[in-house]
């Protein structure tokens, strides 16, 4: 009642290819997953699993069972979409300026005591504005996930990679509603036209959802 997609290869060390070889390698693991999960249900393995032989992989197959039968009943006619959403830090801080009264009196506490007198006020204010970004940040993705988890209430939370995202989520979502969920982030994006942008990457293989400890 389940089966294992594999190709041979030969032994090799991914570490000795270049990266323009390993993102072949890596694009085409991607399209045989893209391709599974249109008919499939599919556990997805991470690039550069090797197995010794077949009976290797029956092996597996058989002492994880359990693991990969509750792995396949969870992720049941759904697929992995991860959201991004990207903020202009820039435009955050020069709101906050506008709108922040305790910043713009600390602002004008420190030009007013010159550079050594003002170091201290200076502190307050770098201190206060970190505060304020993080504040509006938590804000921000709270609105958000609210929003979406009304729909699509399993999710995963990622890293973020670069300054600029304010938020990166993969959700479990059913292969047939992506356009809901298109639907979901437009209203978001029209919400916020001004101050967030909205991306979203899918339908993949639910990595984020099906994890299996070998």
């Known amino acids: 009642d389940m089966a294992a997609v594999v190709s041979n290869i030969h032994r090799i060390n991914f570490n000795k290819f270049d990266k ?8 085409i693991h991607e399209q045989v997953n893209s391709h599974l999960i249109k008919k499939h249900d599919v556990i997805p393995m991470r690039f550069g699993m090797v197995a010794e032989n077949t009976e290797e992989i029956r092996s597996i197959l ?26 202009n830090e820039k435009n ?7 709108e922040n009264i305790e910043i713009q009196m600390l602002k004008k506490e420190a030009e ?19 505060e304020a970004i993080e504040a509006c940040r938590k804000e921000y993705v709270v609105d958000i996930l609210r929003n979406l988890t ?7 939370t990622g890293k973020l ?23 979901q982030l437009n209203k978001l994006a029209e919400k916020y036209k001004d101050e967030l942008k909205f991306k979203y990457i899918g339908p993949m293989a639910p990595y984020s959802f099906a994890v299996i400890n070998l």
């Open 150 to 156: 009304t729909y699509f209430p399993d999710f995963s």
């Open 161 to 183: 990679l670069d300054k600029e995202i304010l938020m990166n989520h993969a959700f479990l979502v059913g292969k047939t509603e992506e356009p809901a969920l298109e639907s």
């Open 20 to 27: 323009k070889e390993l993102t072949q390698f890596i694009a």
């Open 112 to 130: 007013s005591k010159g550079k050594i007198l003002g170091f201290s006020s200076k502190m307050k204010l770098g201190k206060r504005i970190f």
């Open 62 to 87: 058989g002492k994880a069972y359990i693991q990969f039968k509750t792995a396949l009943e969870r992720i049941a006619g759904k697929a992995e979409f991860v959201v991004q959403v990207f903020w």
């Open 92 to 98: 955050i801080l020069e709101k906050l300026l506008r």
